[in-house]
């Protein structure tokens, strides 16, 4: 395969995001509306489905000290910019924030669930001054099908249920991915320093603050970075910056297939064993670019929302195979690590974005790192283990059909428990 196109894939999938990315998209549905209508907006009905509506129940809104799709909707009538894409509610001042709060208490935003079977979906329907008008995002958190105002259409397109790049994901495979990030020009993929270095400054800002269960503290339990072992080290590290994102910190992440989770998971631990350990930057640098296209990969099967935890299995798989390749591992190692981790973590259910996500995110962290040393000792979970076969692609199909077909009507059950709450 041509590098150019993993580097578009590297590019179009790793994107700033401010805020959980489900919420994020629906302010960015409520930005483009309110644009199209052209004034505030005296009502705001949103229609979404399932998994947007579980993934966004309980998730912090960066600066309102607030959860939830109501106040994401608020905040983005007083402050959102669509241009801003993912960043939508960049900017938004603490006058905003209060603002916002007050279109809460007077119940200007309601939210529904949508009958749609797909797995994102947005619906905005904002009114004012006897006008409407209509933002729709499908399938991918930034893809806007159809705005209209007064039902006269202003921008439409059909999703083609695919990431926009030139070429599908499923041509991605293992053994090509690893060529490429050994292989590749160190100059083309020194763009993934901004994700590292983005990332990093929302893991230090957990580590140094009070958010939501305070992982990525606790781990650290008062003592010095230095002296935690390689696993604490990173499991810490990683959590610090889910337990900061979940909780609403107004610093930005650096999203990955669409979620902040899954960019902080497929980046940071790799960066960090990278310091822990001393290796150098070139081989830093290709094992981020191998951890963010298996990421990407095996995102591709289990799909944009699931019933599985992405940023657990997806990300984590993807980061135990940039620590194996950084500790000397080859394409073999690589592939021992992923099925060890698919044997391991595969169960691991999304139950909606929230603070519990960043002890999700430390467990998946600590397999990765134990799964990586057993893949270096040349130990691989083998065709006998469940959902495992000889054949590392087939195993990752399988995973994806297990978070699928596997788990139709998990995302209802679990959904219906946290509505009983």
Known sequence: MDKQFYIDILRSEIRPALGCTEPIAAALAVA???EALGMMPE????????????????VGIPGTGMVGLEIASALS?????????????????????????KLVEKGVCTVALKDTDKKLYIEAILYADGHNAVCIIEDQHTNITLVKKDGQVQESRVSEHSRPVTQSHHELDISGIYDFATSVELGEIEFLLDAVNMNDAVANEGLNKSYGMRVGRVLKNGRSME??????YVCAYTAAAADARMAGCTLPVMSTAGSGNQGITASLPVAAAARKLGIDNEQMLRAQALSQLITIHIKE????LSPLCGCAIASAIGSSCGVTYMMGGGLDNICYA?????????????DGAKSGCALKIASSVSSAMQCAQLALAGVGASRLDG?????????????????????ETTDKVILGMMIDK
């Open 387 to 407: 959902i495992i076969t000889a054949d590392v692609e087939k195993t990752i199909e399988n995973l994806g059909s297990l978070g699928s077909r596997g788990m």
């Open 338 to 350: 992923i099925k060890n981790m698919i044997a391991d973590i595969s169960g691991l259910i999304c």
């Open 227 to 232: 002296n935690l072992s390689l696993s604490e």
């Open 43 to 58: 009502k705001v009905e949103l229609l979404v489905s399932t998994n947007i509506f579980k993934n966004a129940m309980g």
């Open 32 to 34: 483009r509306a309110k």
């Open 301 to 304: 099967y289990i799909g944009p």
């Open 77 to 101: 009538c007083v402050a959102g910019h669509s241009s801003y894409g993912l960043e939508v509610l960049s900017g938004a001042s603490n006058a905003d924030c209060e603002a916002a709060k």
